[in-house]
């Protein structure tokens, strides 16, 4: 298989860019530089892997917790200031569910829980495909899965959307 | 024109036909597509720059020389230039280094004219290697190669009875009289022959052994 086309990956961005970024986001603080970064080298590919997106993924999370043990190095506050002040969602108007609300909600998860969720809801991943990424069991990817998507509903109760509060 | 290329994971890509998404609660399914309702931001990627930066690098990987590593292709000219550099540092310093070839010193003979009147001193029983020197006349003396042997043994026993050899004497032991010093030999006796042609202490005939 020769190298990725241009038009491909054009595609590829589209498709899968921002669940990328939004991915690597829950992993590091420079999300953009890493999917950046994870095409860049996919272009190097000679050939190009027969899976692209599960390669992309893999890649991504490689790099991303590369960049968040480098920005460890950092001091504490520089990496919340780094990360606090850029939105993960579009604003969705008409949606009841606000997106500052849900990524609140999320925050306030266990990093082993959203990042299946994340995975899960945004990216589309079989639960099969988020335990090889992972490196855990189907059954394990699952349970973090239900596990998260119970400490959202529980933080929901706490925090209700203000949207649908008004 | 054929379809645009799919790129998923898998077949089963639509979460909801997971079967493990059905054992979840319905509170919880709703909850999930709530969740996943909302869309990820995508301004966030420089999209021309990132295109940019992809087609240099796919350019980069296509003129690349096939089953080397870029690793071992970005250090081989360094490495090259190194070890040249290494080369000529070594070549420089074993130049540096080399011995310096010192040519022999020539053989000086000090020829003096013995004054009119001064006996001769022997020769055959030197008292003072110190004090040896060779005169005009003793280079004009058929036994000059037996007078410098003679002075030769005197030297080496005066050495080997632990006196240190005399520098003049040590400096003869390769000593024949070069052509220079015969050619000075033979126009200073010429000189003094014209000045005094009666008088000359000269006993040795001025053409023996010589030939022009």
Same mark, same amino acid.
């Given at each position: 298989?020769?190298?990725?086309?241009?038009?491909?990956?054009?595609?590829?961005?589209?498709?899968?860019?921002?669940?990328?970024?939004?991915?690597?986001?829950?992993?590091?603080?420079?999300?953009?530089?890493?999917?950046?970064?994870?095409?860049?080298?996919?272009?190097?590919?000679?050939?190009?892997?027969?899976?692209?997106?599960?390669?992309?993924?893999?890649?991504?999370?490689?790099?991303?917790?590369?960049?968040?043990?480098?920005?460890?190095?950092?001091?504490?506050? !520089?990496?919340?200031?780094?990360?606090?002040?850029?939105?993960?969602?579009?604003?969705?108007?008409?949606?009841?569910?606000? =997106?500052?609300?849900?990524?609140?909600?999320?925050?306030?998860?266990?990093?082993?829980?959203?990042?299946?969720?994340?995975?899960?809801?945004? %990216?589309?991943?079989?639960?099969?495909? /988020?335990?090889?990424?992972?490196?855990?069991?189907?059954?394990?990817?699952?349970?973090?899965? !239900?596990?998260?998507?119970?400490?959202?509903?529980?933080?929901?109760?706490?925090?209700?959307?203000?949207? %649908? %509060?008004? | 024109?054929?379809?645009?290329?799919?790129?998923?994971?898998?077949?089963?890509?639509?979460?909801? %036909?997971?079967?493990?998404?059905?054992?979840?609660?319905?509170?919880?399914?709703?909850?999930?597509?709530?969740?996943?309702?909302?869309?990820?931001?995508?301004?966030?990627?420089?999209?021309?720059?990132?295109?940019?930066?992809?087609?240099?690098?796919?350019?980069?990987?296509?003129?690349?020389?096939?089953?080397?590593?870029?690793?071992?292709?970005?250090?081989?000219?360094?490495?090259?230039?190194?070890?040249?550099?290494?080369?000529?540092?070594?070549?420089?310093?074993?130049?540096?280094?080399?011995?310096?070839?010192?040519?022999?010193?020539?053989?000086?003979?000090?020829?003096?004219?013995?004054?009119?009147?001064?006996?001769?001193?022997?020769?055959?029983?030197?008292?003072?290697?110190?004090?040896?020197?060779? +005169?005009?006349?003793?280079?004009?003396?058929?036994?000059?190669?037996?007078?410098?042997?003679?002075?030769? /043994?005197?030297?080496?026993?005066?050495?080997?009875?632990?006196?240190?050899?005399?520098?003049?004497?040590?400096?003869?032991?390769?000593?024949?009289?070069?052509?220079?010093?015969?050619?000075?030999?033979?126009?200073? =006796?010429?000189?003094?022959?014209?000045?005094?042609?009666? +008088? +000359?202490?000269?006993?040795?005939?001025?053409?023996?052994?010589?030939?022009?």
């Amino acid at each position: 298989m020769d190298a990725l086309e241009h038009g491909s990956l054009s595609r590829l961005l589209d498709e899968h860019g921002a669940a990328l970024v939004l991915y690597a986001r829950q992993l590091c603080d420079a999300p953009e530089d890493v999917v950046q970064e994870a095409f860049i080298r996919l272009m190097r590919q000679r050939p190009a892997p027969d899976n692209v997106v599960g390669w992309l993924y893999r890649v991504v999370r490689n790099e991303a917790l590369s960049a968040a043990r480098r920005a460890g190095r950092r001091t504490r506050h !520089e990496a919340a200031a780094a990360t606090r002040r850029e939105p993960w969602f579009k604003p969705a108007p008409d949606d009841a569910l606000d =997106a500052a609300a849900a990524v609140a909600a999320l925050e306030s998860l266990p990093i082993a829980e959203r990042e299946v969720i994340v995975l899960r809801l945004w %990216s589309a991943l079989s639960f099969d495909e /988020i335990a090889e990424l992972t490196g855990t069991s189907t059954s394990t990817a699952h349970r973090r899965y !239900e596990h998260g998507l119970k400490l959202l509903r529980e933080n929901w109760m706490i925090c209700p959307n203000p949207k %649908s %509060s008004q | 024109m054929s379809e645009p290329e799919e790129f998923t994971m898998n077949d089963h890509d639509d979460h909801q %036909s997971d079967p493990l998404t059905h054992d979840l609660p319905a509170e919880l399914k709703a909850l999930e597509a709530r969740f996943a309702a909302l869309s990820p931001c995508d301004d966030r990627l420089d999209r021309e720059r990132l295109m940019f930066l992809a087609g240099r690098a796919s350019v980069e990987a296509a003129v690349a020389v096939p089953g080397l590593p870029t690793r071992v292709r970005e250090m081989t000219w360094p490495a090259a230039f190194t070890a040249m550099t290494a080369i000529a540092a070594t070549l420089l310093g074993m130049l540096a280094a080399r011995p310096v070839v010192t040519e022999t010193p020539a053989v000086q003979v000090a020829v003096t004219e013995r004054p009119a009147g001064v006996a001769r001193p022997s020769i055959a029983e030197p008292k003072d290697v110190n004090t040896i020197v060779l +005169s005009t006349a003793d280079a004009h003396r058929h036994d000059i190669e037996q007078l410098l042997s003679v002075v030769r /043994i005197a030297a080496n026993g005066h050495a080997a009875n632990g006196h240190a050899a005399h520098p003049s004497v040590v400096e003869t032991e390769r000593a024949t009289l070069t052509p220079g010093a015969w050619r000075q030999v033979i126009d200073g =006796a010429e000189r003094t022959r014209a000045r005094s042609s009666d +008088s +000359s202490d000269i006993d040795v005939p001025m053409n023996q052994g010589i030939t022009s």
